[in-house]
Nanobody, 119 residues
Framework: QVQLVESGGGLVQAGGSLRLSCAASGRTSSIYVLGWFRQAPGKEREFVATIRWSGGITYYPDSVKGRFTISRDNARNTVYLQMNDLKPEDTAVYSC????????????WGQGTQVTVSS
């Protein structure tokens, strides 16, 4: 089992920045990819960024490319999401999730952290 705990959410004005953290514990050696997702009220969950646990390969959708950066600190078993130039449409609950190499879906999810961007 892997446990994921997010932190760093909050209220920020448009154009501001936030850094989210996702601390992993348990069988972290089983993690292949860790991703950040977000879900706004009344909307479907949206993929935000992923990073390979080993190797650090990253991927972003066009909606956040150039503004968001995912990174990892393997020594701390923590993944970060640096969010710059935030927009009101970035308001959502942000969750991290981990996938094992044998899985086609994300196996483990954190509880989420609220990000609110005011205009």
């Amino acid at each position: 089992q892997v446990q994921l705990v997010e932190s760093g959410g909050g209220l920020v004005q448009a154009g501001g920045s936030l850094r989210l953290s996702c601390a992993a514990s348990g069988r972290t050696s089983s993690i292949y990819v860790l991703g950040w997702f977000r879900q706004a009220p009344g909307k479907e969950r949206e993929f935000v960024a992923t990073i390979r646990w080993s190797g650090g390969i990253t991927y972003y959708p066009d909606s956040v490319k150039g503004r968001f950066t995912i990174s990892r600190d393997n020594a701390r078993n923590t993944v970060y999401l640096q969010m710059n130039d935030l927009k009101p449409e970035d308001t959502a609950v942000y969750s991290c999730a981990a996938k094992r190499i044998t899985s086609s879906v994300y196996d483990y999810w954190g509880q989420g952290t609220q990000v609110t961007v005011s205009s």
